[in-house]
């Protein structure tokens, strides 16, 4: 069974850039959520996406949106790129239901410079 | 708000001794709990989860946590320490739709 994927692996952008990441859960998987991973702030959820809704959003400003298509893949948009946006952004996919545990892809180490 | 901390940025441990990490949570429901690890260069993988039932989780490579709620904390050890341990380790708590996460211990093993 394939793990969650997530392209690209790497990137370096321009500030004032946008940058599109991609994930592809876990076949069967509904739930994906997104986090960003800095030295500095940890783990931060930015939000959670089942059946094409979100249902819960992070504290991050507008310039990052998220969206789930009909096959359960999604994609994170970061506008207006900021040198504090580089960070390792993780995608996770999971059943639906409480308590389930979520699976981790390798993460798009995202460099803004 | 669902929080977790974790005492100890950094563990070091001999090859062979006990590994404990420790990690606290705030809850006012019961809690979904789950301790990961990651590797340099690696997304999260999950070592074990506590969702209701029996306090003491048993995880993947010799990892097992206790969950006592009147501490609430939910502690993860390994009776004997392997090179391949060394690694970042996350404590997390599960609620509406996320996850909360600790700010991670960095274990090193000593050979």
């Known amino acids: 069974k394939a793990g969650v994927t997530q392209t690209p692996r790497y990137l370096i952008k321009t500030r004032g850039q946008q940058v599109t990441l991609s994930c592809s859960p876990i076949?069967?998987?509904?739930?994906v959520s997104w986090y960003q991973q800095t030295p500095g702030q940890g783990l931060q959820f930015l939000f959670e996406y089942f059946s094409e809704t979100q249902r819960n959003k992070g504290n991050f400003p507008g310039r990052f949106s998220g969206r789930q298509f009909s096959n359960s893949r999604s994609e994170m948009n970061v506008s207006t790129l900021e040198l504090g946006d580089s960070a390792l952004y993780l995608c996770?996919?999971?059943?639906?239901?409480?308590?389930?545990?979520?699976?981790f892809g390798q993460g798009t180490r995202l460099t803004v410079v | 708000a669902q929080s977790v901390t974790q005492l100890g940025s950094h563990v070091s441990v001999s090859e062979g001794a006990l590994v404990l990490l420790r990690c606290n949570y705030s809850s006012s429901v019961p809690p979904y709990l789950f301790w990961y690890v990651q590797y340099p260069n690696q997304g999260l993988q999950l070592l074990l989860k506590y969702t209701t039932g029996a306090t003491l989780v048993k995880g993947i490579n010799g990892f097992e946590a206790e969950f006592k709620k009147s501490e609430t904390s939910f502690h993860l050890t390994k009776p004997s320490a392997h090179m391949s341990d060394a690694a970042e380790y996350f404590c997390a708590v599960g609620w509406e739709y996320k996850l909360s996460f600790g700010a991670g211990t960095t274990v090193t093993v000593r050979a």
């Open positions: 076949s069967g998987h509904r739930s």
């Open positions: 996770a996919s999971s059943l639906p239901g409480a308590g389930t545990e979520a699976f």
